[in-house]
């Protein structure tokens, strides 16, 4: 499947995260030493299968890591490579400086973190994002992409937007994601357990006890001396030192915290 997709003139969203996943055989966030080796001879062989030339980035790219067998890449070194469509989820993780930029424009539309922003500020709010990261953009395709989304849905939640961690978050919460997700009825009890003030958030104290938490629970893929990185990363998501559960089931839900509970 990887190699059809390789062979695509342009590659969506969730093609790319099949790649990546397809590749990075260990799930450690990277693509490297007998990953890469492959990945880069199924790349020439499926571009020369569809007939199309390798594009100059990928020519450098391959002149790089070619015979660089210590080498490593990951997400977004992977999306300056194939030729992702103009994704909105894609696009933002290669220019935002960080995902608490997106956090910041978001929070502007979802006072009440909810985790939903109406449809119709859907625009405003993509257009937000595209000036903050001062990039030009069609005003046509972006009506057209916001009055279909409208046509459909009369919310937006965050989690169907940010429906690819391993692209929105850093790369140092990625294994952290990978390895230690769980159901929303599971995450919704961790998170009542933490917030030891019931306030309705977690502050770094708190944080930094659940941390500890999964560390030792975990600690066969997890290590203690990661907290740090991990409670600076996740805090980013924060609304000034007040991690919501909505920030918090980016990183540690599998599931939609917002849709109606199963019956």
């Keep these: ?41 199924e790349l020439q062989q499926a571009r020369k299968q569809a ?14 890591y070619e015979k660089n067998t210590d080498a490593k890449i990951g997400i977004v070194e992977l999306v300056q490579i194939l030729p992702t469509e103009e994704n909105f989820l894609l696009f933002f993780r290669q220019q935002l400086k960080s995902c608490a930029e997106f956090m910041q424009a978001w929070r502007c539309y979802d006072a009440d973190h909810s985790g939903y922003i109406e449809a119709d500020e859907l625009k405003n709010f993509l257009k ?28 937006i939640d965050l989690d169907s937007i940010v429906s690819s961690p391993s692209i929105f978050l850093p790369l140092s919460l990625v294994f952290l994601s990978q390895n230690v997700k769980m159901v929303r009825r599971e995450f919704n009890k961790i998170f009542e357990l933490y917030d030891q003030d019931e306030n309705g958030y977690m502050d770094e104290n708190e944080l930094d006890a659940l941390l500890k938490d999964l560390c030792e629970k975990n600690k066969k893929v997890l290590e ?35 849709a109606p509970a199963p019956l």
């Design 1 to 41: 499947m990887a190699n059809a997709y390789l062979q695509g003139v342009e590659i969506s969203a969730s093609q790319f995260l099949d790649i990546f996943h397809h590749y990075d055989n260990d799930g450690n966030g990277y693509i490297e030493g007998k990953e890469l080796q492959s990945f880069i001879k």
């Design 51 to 64: 007939g199309l030339e390798l594009t100059d980035q990928m020519k450098a790219f391959v002149q790089e």
């Design 128 to 155: 937000d994002l595209l000036q903050k990261a001062k990039k030009p953009y069609d005003e046509k395709k972006l009506d057209e992409y916001t009055h279909t989304t409208r046509e459909s849905e009369n919310q």
């Design 224 to 258: 203690v001396n990661k907290i740090p990185t991990y409670k600076t990363a996740i805090m980013a998501l924060s609304d000034g030192g007040k991690l919501y559960r909505t920030e918090l089931a980016l990183v540690l839900c599998a599931e939609d915290i917002s």
